[in-house]
T-cell receptor, first 114, second 117 residues
């Protein structure tokens, strides 16, 4: 069964450093998403991406965040200058075209900022 | 903006019994989807069940069923014959259908389900 793959599974970084979280969505999916879950809290929408551009973004997705689909298969989330409060689980998800579909989630990347 | 409310931070049920998890939502839209996701300790997000708002019939998936009350904006999940493997966080989620797929999911805060052996 096709699946969304995220790497790395766990990333530890120093405050102020840049990190790139990587995702390989399911190959025939057209819509891509990043979500964040701070430990013990709910899952929060960050951004959606379609046709090589951002479709929608939340208030959390400020100028320190960016997304890219550099090569037609990978979908990345970059955090330019990490803060302690960026420590969270980051989930990538993808969705095929069509009305009656649901998002498929990756297993998540746990980001720890120290 | 849409909101999703899960009023039960934690629920406990005996193995083999039935439990119902509550979810209410607020939206001014008429065409949307509702979901229940399960998150075990591994923190993987696993889809349990989906409901399209335009369908009156309640969705069912084996031991899992929903009670969708559109007018009341209520979407509860019933788990029958609870099993130890059902223990997890359960998140209710909403997604608007705006003709495409770009709208993100809005999640509730989750209900921690404990299964007592």
């Amino acid at each position: 069964e096709p699946e969304v793959t995220q790497t790395p599974s766990h990333q530890v970084t120093q405050m102020g450093q840049e990190v790139i979280l990587r995702c390989v969505p399911i190959s025939n999916h057209l819509y891509f998403y990043w979500y964040r879950q701070i430990l013990g809290q709910k899952v929060e929408f960050l951004v959606s991406f379609y046709n090589n551009e951002i479709s929608e973004k939340s208030e959390i997705f400020d100028d320190q965040f960016s997304v890219e689909r550099p090569d037609g298969s990978n979908f990345t989330l970059k955090i330019r200058s990490t803060k302690l409060e960026d420590s969270a689980m980051y989930f990538c998800a993808s969705l095929p075209k069509g009305r009656n579909t649901e998002a498929f989630f990756g297993q998540g990347t746990r980001l720890t900022v120290v | 903006a849409q909101t999703v409310t899960q009023s039960q931070p934690e629920m406990s049920v005996q193995e083999a019994e039935t439990v119902t998890l509550s979810c209410t939502y607020d939206t001014s839209e008429s065409d949307y989807y509702l979901f229940w996701y399960k998150q075990p300790p591994s923190r993987q997000m696993i889809l349990v069940i989906r409901q399209e708002a335009y369908k009156q019939q309640n969705a069912t998936e084996n031991r899992f069923s929903v009670n969708f009350q559109k007018a009341a904006k209520s979407f509860s999940l019933k788990i029958s014959d609870s099993q130890l493997g059902d223990a997890a966080m359960y998140f209710c989620a909403y997604r608007l259908y705006s003709g495409g797929g770009a709208d993100g999911l809005t999640f509730g805060k989750g209900t921690h389900l404990i299964i007592q052996p």
